[in-house]
T-cell receptor
Framework: GAGVSQSPRYKVAKRGQDVALRCDPISGHVSLFWYQQALGQGPEFLTYFQNEAQLDKSGLPSDRFFAERPEGSVSTLKIQRTQQEDSAVYLC????????????FGSGTRLTVV | AQSVTQLGSHVSVSEGALVLLRCNYSSSVPPYLFWYVQYPNQGLQLLLKYTSAATLVKGINGFEAEFKKSETSFHLTKPSAHMSDAAEYFCAVSDGTNAGKSTFGDGTTLTVKP
């Protein structure tokens, strides 16, 4: 596609519910990142994929967070047993090359846990 | 470890006036530096990036930034503000590993008055 597509745009989850957030990067983009952006703050790194390999997951805040990119294109960020502190905008970004610093972001998924 | 400090969470200028958004960084290795713009309910858009070439970097929409190693700064400027420049701006730093995993500042909201 022309840009990075994320779905859903908005998600309201009850505390304890599992959620899955989808990212469809630009076709052919090798690198894919997930960031979490809390209200009034800058994005914070969650995890990074190079094709299907998850090379860095140091930013995942707990073992309730899990990300995958099984075929090296679409990625899913899953949050189990959601908590109120998980409420944030989850941003996906991709870039063409591993050394192509500066990436294209999607519009994000705004997750609200009630 | 890397960090970014954006001085001034809110900046207000008149249309046609100079825009100056301040960013100072900390990095133990030569950094890569970025400015992104975020419009409401949208993802981040790359304005410009410094990757150890020319210290004065020109970006989109008339913005530019100068890398000053001695001051550990990467301030963003635009000679003449336009109403459409009103948005939130984020400075980010990367150490060049993991295809540009970045640390972001908390953002500066730019307001442009008619």
């Amino acid at each position: 596609g022309a840009g990075v597509s994320q779905s859903p745009r908005y998600k309201v989850a009850k505390r304890g519910q599992d959620v899955a957030l989808r990212c469809d990067p630009i076709s052919g983009h090798v690198s894919l990142f997930w960031y979490q952006q809390a209200l009034g703050q800058g994005p914070e790194f969650l995890t990074y994929f190079q094709n299907e390999a998850q090379l860095d997951k140091s930013g995942l805040p707990s073992d309730r967070f899990f990300a995958e990119r099984p075929e090296g294109s679409v990625s899913t960020l899953k949050i189990q047993r959601t908590q109120q502190e998980d409420s944030a905008v989850y941003l996906c970004a991709s870039s063409l090359e591993t050394g192509d610093y500066g990436y294209t972001f999607g519009s994000g998924t705004r997750l609200t846990v009630v | 470890a890397q960090s970014v400090t954006q001085l001034g969470s809110h900046v207000s200028v008149s249309e046609g006036a100079l825009v100056l958004l301040r960013c100072n960084y900390s990095s133990s290795v030569p950094p890569y530096l970025f400015w992104y713009v975020q419009y409401p309910n949208q993802g981040l858009q790359l304005l410009l990036k410094y990757t150890s070439a020319a210290t004065l970097v020109k970006g989109i929409n008339g913005f530019e930034a100068e890398f000053k190693k001695s001051e550990t700064s990467f301030h963003l400027t635009k000679p003449s503000a336009h109403m459409s420049d009103a948005a939130e701006y984020f400075c980010a730093v990367s150490d060049g590993t993991n295809a540009g995993k970045s640390t972001f500042g908390d953002g500066t909201t730019l307001t442009v008055k008619p």
